[in-house]
């Protein structure tokens, strides 16, 4: 039998003797889970039978539950009542997820009765008088073809004594959540009171971010599609900074605690020239500082492309923030704060300066998916239903190295995915822009 490493092995023409121009850009040799050093392997399988086919130990190897139908169910599907429930922000792809959970569930497993609760989780809170709506395979009809949700949603989190209520006055069995962290906490607490009072609800979450900074899930619906219509607003900002002596385009894109967005959305267009992320500190000012390099590019070239994600130097205010209504810190407008330090930059340097400023944030939440995010929707939401009949609670749903797994949800709100100033993805962008590694 042929060595499997052997077939695995490159083909190289020789000796590699010159330094490299990207070598100042790497950092010392150090595998991490967001960058694979040149002297490193990445491992050819990746499940716990095909690592004991080979003859290793897998006990103390850690793993996921894979997602996927089971041979045999929890819930019996003639007796068994759902609900769902959309929260946070706007996001592609939330009536898709809807669409896709209603029809899996009546078409597969013959379920009869789901119900939609309105904006949120007010929608479960008795106070508000938010409308429960019957959902069919009629009611989601053609849905997906437009953004928002039709349920509506809110921020902010709700009593989950009163929500458990509500699951058990309408004997709902299983809760579909479709959000963000801040919305998983939710669904953890309302999860942890069902086990307190000894229910049998299956609280199962669909998680939601548009700046896919969920830990242990390698993307979050929706990301897809909005860095794609980002690249709209770089292409129309740059079309307005080339046609202007000394002409700057600056377009500010979400990402409160993740750049991803801003990444994605600047490689796919490539004709940004900075890239200002939360995870990588910056200085404006001094020689070092990110002005004096946008001048002399500018003054260079006569013209300059930035893309900001907007939790980006939230170091440089020195007001304290409020909490939004979710519990989040309330963000300093970096971009409006940028596009005036730099207009009064140029001026103080005697320069002209054709500044042009866009942020299109809520013209990309709004949007319907994309063919891509589509398809990824409907597949979570298959996941999700498959978890939720097999009696699986308090997790989430996510794709892991190509393969749909389950999550706690204690897990998947332990941290935040953010992009790794030491990875390939950061390098990519260094590459691509032309920027220094590092403004100070």
């Not at 209520?165 to 942890?192: H, P, Y």
């Not at 239903?385 to 190295?401: C, K, L």
């Amino acid at each position: 039998m042929v060595d499997e490493r052997a077939r695995l092995e490159v083909r190289t023409l020789g000796e590699s003797r010159i330094d490299s121009p990207l070598a100042a850009l790497l950092r010392t040799g150090r595998t991490t889970r967001h960058y694979v050093d040149e002297s490193d392997r990445v491992l050819l399988d990746d499940t716990v039978s095909l690592v004991a086919a080979r003859g290793v130990p897998v006990e103390e190897l850690p793993g996921f539950e894979p997602g996927g139908p089971r041979r045999k169910i929890f819930f019996d599907p003639s007796k068994t009542r759902a609900g769902i429930v959309t929260c946070g922000g706007l996001c592609p792809g939330l009536n898709d997820v809807i669409r896709a959970l209603v029809l899996e569930l009546t078409n597969h497993y013959g379920v009869r009765r789901i119900f939609g609760f309105r904006n949120g989780y007010q929608g479960m809170t008795a106070r508000y008088g938010r409308e429960v709506v019957d959902l069919d395979a009629a009611a989601v009809a053609g849905i997906n073809e437009y953004g928002g949700t039709i349920l509506g949603t809110s921020r902010g989190n709700q009593d989950p004594d009163e929500i458990v209520d509500c699951l058990e006055q309408l004997s709902i069995n299983v809760l579909f959540v479709i959000g963000g962290d801040g919305s998983m906490r939710g669904a953890l607490k309302i999860a942890e009171v069902v086990a307190e009072r000894g229910r049998r609800i299956a609280v199962v979450g669909v998680p939601k971010t548009i700046d896919n900074d969920i830990p242990y899930i390698e993307r979050s619906f929706g990301f897809e599609t909005a860095f794609a219509k980002a690249t709209e607003a770089i292409r129309a900002a740059h079309v307005e900074a080339t046609a202007f002596p000394n002409g700057i385009g600056l377009v500010q894109l979400m990402g409160r605690h993740s750049g991803f967005i801003a990444c994605y959305a600047a490689l796919a267009n490539n004709d940004a020239d900075y890239v200002l992320i939360p995870e990588v500190p910056f200085k404006l000012d001094g020689p070092g500082g990110f002005l004096a390099h946008l001048r002399a590019r500018v003054v260079d070239r006569g013209h300059a492309m930035i893309v900001v994600a907007e939790g980006a130097g939230q170091e440089l205010f020195d007001a304290a923030s409020s909490l939004d209504a979710s519990g989040n810190v309330r963000l300093q407008d970096f971009g409006r704060y940028l596009r005036h330090r730099i207009a009064d930059d140029f001026a103080a340097a005697g320069v002209e300066a054709n500044l042009k400023y866009i942020d299109p944030s809520y013209t990309i939440r709004s949007v319907p998916a994309n063919p891509y995010d589509s398809v990824y929707c409907i597949r979570l939401a298959h996941a999700a239903v498959h978890a939720a009949m097999a009696g699986r609670t308090e997790m989430v749903v996510g794709r892991w190295r190509g393969r749909f797994v389950h999550v706690p949800i204690g897990l998947a709100i332990s941290s935040r995915n953010l992009v790794d100033p030491g990875g390939d993805l950061w390098l990519s962008v260094l590459e691509a822009t032309g920027q220094p590694p590092v403004f100070a």
